[in-house]
């Protein structure tokens, strides 16, 4: 009875510490500190001035989602401001801190279910860090890329509203100001938080390049050379700008076009990606004995390993193949 009830008391162990971790990631710093850091800075606003206050009012509002839990699982990452970046460009409002306690959690609860339903210890390990490492990670480039992608899709429109501004007198200050009132989704984000950084003492050269590097992405970084050269060496902003919406359209077009040419291939890579494992499972169906020594047989596991890491090297290839870069 007793060797029974010990698995059930470690499964019971493992959700309970997950559960624990998710509430303790997710609770946030609590609201006395959250008081004191607006006092300190509204306090900061009043002893200081010049471009050191606008720094020390910028690290105040950027530092404000840090905990305790960032400051201990940096410590333990070789270079955790790549991942820090990652996390700001899902738009979401995800700490390094909790991300890492996620996935922590996930690598802990695998590990231990699968361990408790047979398999051996260093397999179940490592399917632990395979989940728990590659599962957060996925869930975040999707996030990324379903932001860029509606960033892209509203981004020549903003640009024509910044046209439609200039060209009415406005200057260029304001108008990003307007774009980012009127224009919806990430773009309408971005440009805001480009104002707010300009109100607060940022140059604009400054600001738009420091969205720019959050964001990644081609377009923008075009946009901010587009305006950094027209300062320097003048001309019709409004004409350059809107010349930059049209190569924008168009080269979005030739993306889609792209994407609609290389989707036989990727059906294919998918089929053939997918067919292994629905032959696997239909066979550990049928005759779940025959199967089961890939998970006990050590020969088996080494091989199936194997196998597993050559179709990862022949579908990076396929992928390869079918990205063009324009």
Request: proline letters at 4%.
């Amino acid at each position: 009875m007793g060797d029974q009830m010990l698995p059930m008391i470690l499964f019971g162990a493992g959700v309970f510490g997950m559960l624990a971790l998710l509430i303790a990631a997710f609770s946030g710093p609590s609201a006395a500190k959250a008081q004191d850091r607006r006092l300190v800075a509204v306090r900061g606003r009043h002893t200081g001035g010049g471009q050191a206050t606008v720094e020390a009012q910028i690290r105040s509002i950027t530092s404000q989602r840090e905990t305790k839990l960032d400051d201990a699982f940096a410590s333990f990452i070789p270079n955790p401001a790549v991942l820090q970046k990652r996390l700001d460009q899902t738009g979401k409002e995800w700490t390094f801190g909790q991300y890492a306690m996620v996935s922590l959690g996930l690598v802990v609860l695998v590990a231990l279910a699968a361990w408790l339903k047979g398999l051996p210890l260093l397999l179940s390990l490592f399917l632990g860090l395979f989940v728990g490492l590659g599962l957060p990670h996925m869930v975040v480039g999707s996030f990324i890329n379903r932001r860029v992608a509606a960033f892209n899709a509203k981004f020549p429109d903003a640009i024509e509203l910044l046209v439609r501004g200039l060209r009415s007198g406005l200057p260029i200050s304001e108008t990003l100001g307007v774009v980012g009132q009127e224009v919806p989704g990430p773009v309408g984000i971005e440009f805001r938080a480009v104002a707010d950084k300009m109100k607060i003492g940022r140059t604009m050269e400054a600001a738009l390049q420091e969205t720019s590097d959050r964001l990644g992405t081609p377009e923008f970084q075009f946009f901010v050379i587009t305006l950094a050269i027209q300062r320097e060496t003048g001309g019709n902003l409004a004409e350059t700008l809107s010349n930059l919406a049209d190569v924008l359209r168009k080269r979005a077009q030739m993306k889609l076009k792209i994407k609609a040419m290389s989707s036989e291939s990727k059906a294919s890579a998918y089929i053939i990606g997918v067919l292994p494992f629905m032959v696997f499972g239909m066979i550990m169906w049928i005759n779940p004995e025959y199967m089961g020594k890939f998970f006990s047989d050590e020969r088996l596991i080494i091989t199936g390993g194997g196998g597993l890491i050559w179709m990862g090297i022949g579908a990076y290839i396929m992928k390869q193949m079918i990205n063009f870069e324009i």
